[in-house]
């Protein structure tokens, strides 16, 4: 199953990352370019560092200068991220490109690569809600009102990996086809955004 292996290689990511738990700690993929998995890792370890920017930026005391900084940072991470989906919908593109469409095929609300986006972070959920159930300083109120939580998201893994399994059988048997649109974000571009153009 596609699902369960990318939810494997995002757990690796997120319990690689924890090991320094820095955001600013250097990057290794263990994967070869041309291996989906490359694409995998990287997307998870972009997330999971995106995670931790939304952690900083949140504390009331923070510098309003490196507020600023950090919200660029994560400007550029969404970016990041946005392109690493395209590259996975590009790898399911190319890899299912002569199937026969069948007459009847319809199209899914989301590409498999923005599934995965979801599976990516929720894998993130499921660690750090396992943290807090593993806490050995919180009330009993808490660790319950964390397992309920958990407990669900788990519900939630378990029917996104099936859905998503079913979406990649649909295309590969040409019951759903693939149509891929960019995002064309706007506000980085600086012929797009109105005042990034008014500053050329």
Known sequence: MFSLSAF?????SIQQYHVINQVDQ?????????????????KNWIDTVQWHYEDIIRDPQIDPVAALALK??????????TDLVEYIDSYFLNKYQKVQIKENATINTESPAWAIDR???????????????????????HL??????????????????????????????G???????KQMKMYNDDELNPVLRGQK
């Open 8 to 12: 494997d290689i995002f757990e690796k």
């Open 26 to 42: 250097p990057f290794n993929n263990p994967f070869p370019k041309d291996d989906i998995n490359h694409l995998l890792y990287r």
């Open 72 to 81: 660029r940072k994560i400007d550029a991470s969404n970016q990041d991220r």
């Open 119 to 141: 599976l990516s972070i929720l894998a993130l959920k499921i660690y750090h809600m396992q943290e807090e159930v593993d806490r050995t300083d919180a009330s009993p109120d």
């Open 144 to 173: 319950a009102k964390c397992t309920t939580k958990l407990n669900i998201l788990l519900e939630q893994k378990s029917d996104l990996t099936a859905a998503i399994d079913q979406l990649i059988t649909d295309i590969e048997n």
């Open 175 to 181: 019951a759903k086809y693939m149509k891929v649109y």
